[in-house]
């Protein structure tokens, strides 16, 4: 069978996304069900850059595009051996473009988008037997003038000579999709317009400067006919939005900036009254005036006040695969500073590509390039992506404990399959390619399971509460003493664990490390290892630890309580500034 004949899953494509922030280019292609067979990240931003590798397993990171060079693009040769298709693309930065900048305009960072025509020509040399396509994008909000002018620039190595074939503009806007409106150019080397019931489609000749009509550029502006999700599939919990219409959008996400004073001239302050003036004082100006009206804002039924969309709600809409933000930090550095967190969070959003656009547009590109995929359809990748979070929230609802079990040990099951080649750990995800060192470890999804709490005790030795951190054993030997506990309660209640393979999640890699090796430098440490190892080894097991992110970990929160003086249960949040003084659980 020729290779034209079958469709093409994406293992002879490979992506190299420029300023690829969480990996907007990746979640492209896989809402197209591809799963390309050399994916490179090169983002400048080291927290972007841990939050996407986290997520998409074997991606290659070049920390520096202006260090990129031929040298580093041939170290791609030996992953390149199935490769006949290069995809090069990125959102060049844009605040020199954005309207929301009063001071735009110096055309200084914009420089950076001459990169992506460089890679493009080194890797046209240098894979001669591979088709090199280019793909940009950035704000529809820049002047007509500046869109003639990088359209020019675009295209300058195709007039010069190159083997790169000319880019066409168009114009398209994530309010098509989703109630978000987010306008962009993407500037592609191939045709992708094509006119039917659900695509619409203008085509116009602009002239920037009125006395010349001589320079001009064509803009394809296309327009998709697609019904809204229901709204419940994308709010948080106990929020709602209370638009002005039903076909309302909520405006561009922006990156969170907290001023002291506002910039210059921000956008939109005049025509905003003195009420959502306060709100944009109050959120330290971290987002231009418009967006603090009551028709943008979430309104949160529990705590009773209007705020702007969380980083979940902007996940989703945007069409990112949810909680991709939530590895932008450690733990650690989540704990110091929650709100500095959420900032990062909004922010690698702000820069973030419109996934669900991006999608149906790397479809019709393949397309026109000669792959076989199935045509995309813009309401069906819709619906299958906003759908499952209502079938989450409904399997959570009718639960069944014996269904629930089957399909439990069945994942189980398959992660032991997935060890590492040394036995004893997972590193390979299941949907996910199997990489042994890859690095930020692959997390296992605690939502994979439901959890209730079995174990709950209190240390035997004293914590202060309100200097929590203090202990008389380190957190590495307290994460262990929390696993000797967990095996002891299954080996007192469980007969089958004898001869048995099961898994055990951990979020302490430093754990992770010393249980495989069943040993440590640490002298407490490996006294409790040692009871470990008797355990396993009295009944015939094999644990198999696997890896999860502390926010994903189902026991973290429960680690976390306290009994007040009147025998409540609360969270952390809720006991640091509660007046008895309860002991930490």
């Not at 650690?332 to 996934?355: E, H, I, V, W, Y």
Request: net charge positive; charged share 25%.
């Amino acid at each position: 069978m020729q290779r034209a004949d079958r469709p093409c899953l994406g293992e002879d494509i490979m992506i190299i996304e420029c300023f690829g922030g969480v990996g907007g280019l990746r979640q492209a292609f896989a809402l197209n069900r591809l799963q390309p067979g050399v994916s490179v990240l090169i983002e400048w931003n080291e927290d972007k850059a841990r939050a996407a590798l986290r997520h998409w397993s074997g991606t290659i990171h070049w920390r520096d595009i202006t260090k990129v060079d031929a040298a580093r693009v041939r170290t791609l040769i030996p992953f390149a051996r199935r490769i006949k298709l290069i995809v090069i693309g990125g959102g060049f930065p844009c605040p020199e473009f954005s309207r929301l900048n009063v001071q735009r305009g110096g055309h200084q960072v914009a420089q950076l988008r001459s990169h992506i025509r460089r890679l493009a020509i080194e890797c046209a040399r240098i894979f001669t037997n591979c088709k090199v396509r280019r793909i940009y994008e950035n704000v529809a909000s820049m002047d007509d003038s500046e869109a003639f002018w990088l359209t020019a620039d675009i295209n300058r190595p195709a007039q010069e000579g190159s083997s790169l074939d000319t880019c066409r503009l168009f114009a398209m806007n994530n309010a098509d999709l989703v109630p978000n409106s987010r306008p962009r150019y993407f500037w592609i080397d191939t045709g992708i317009a094509s006119e039917s019931d659900k695509v619409s489609v203008r085509r116009e000749v602009v002239h920037p400067w009125k006395r010349s009509h001589a320079c001009c550029f064509v803009k394809t502006t296309i327009k998709l006919h697609v019904s809204y999700p229901p709204r419940a599939t994308w709010l948080d919990a106990k929020t709602e939005w209370n638009p002005l219409s039903d076909d309302a959008v909520l405006p561009t996400f922006v990156r969170a900036i907290p001023r002291k004073r506002p910039p210059p001239k921000p956008a939109g302050i005049y025509r905003c009254d003195e009420e959502v003036l306060d709100r944009y004082e109050a959120d330290s100006f971290r987002y231009p005036p418009y967006q603090y009206k009551d028709e943008h804002l979430m309104h949160d039924k529990t705590l009773g006040v209007s705020m702007a969309p969380s980083p979940g709600m902007k996940e989703k809409l945007l069409m990112y695969p949810p909680g991709i933000t939530r590895n932008l930090w450690t733990m650690t550095q989540k704990k110091k500073d929650p709100t500095g967190f959420r900032d990062a969070q909004n922010s690698a959003l702000g820069d973030g590509f419109p996934c669900g656009i991006v999608a149906w547009i790397i479809n019709r590109a393949l397309i026109s390039w000669g792959y076989k995929v199935p045509e995309l359809d813009a309401q069906e990748m819709v619906d299958g992506y906003f759908l499952s979070f209502l079938e989450e929230e409904e399997e959570k609802q009718v639960f069944d404990p014996s269904k629930r079990s089957l399909d439990g040990l069945e994942m189980a099951h398959l992660l032991i399959c997935r060890q590492t080649h040394v036995g004893g750990q997972l590193r390979c995800v299941p949907g996910k390619p199997f990489n042994c060192k890859q690095w930020p470890r692959q997390s296992v999804t605690g939502a994979w399971w439901h959890w209730k709490t079995v174990v709950s005790y209190q240390w035997m030795h004293s914590v202060p509460v309100n200097q929590p951190t203090q202990s008389e054993e380190s957190i590495n030997v307290l994460e262990a003493r929390a696993i000797l506990a967990a095996l002891k309660w299954r080996a007192g209640r469980f007969s089958k664990m004898v001869g048995s393979r099961f898994v055990h999640l951990i979020d302490s890699q430093v754990c992770m490390g010393a249980l495989n090796k069943f040993r440590s430098n640490s002298t407490r440490l490996n006294t409790i290892i040692s009871r470990i190892a008797a355990i396993t080894l009295a009944s015939s097991s094999k644990i198999v630890y696997g890896y999860i992110s502390t926010d994903q970990n189902p026991a973290d929160n429960p680690s976390r309580r306290v009994v007040t003086g009147t025998g409540e249960y609360l969270v952390k949040q809720e006991w640091e500034n509660d007046q008895d003084t309860p002991k930490q659980r």
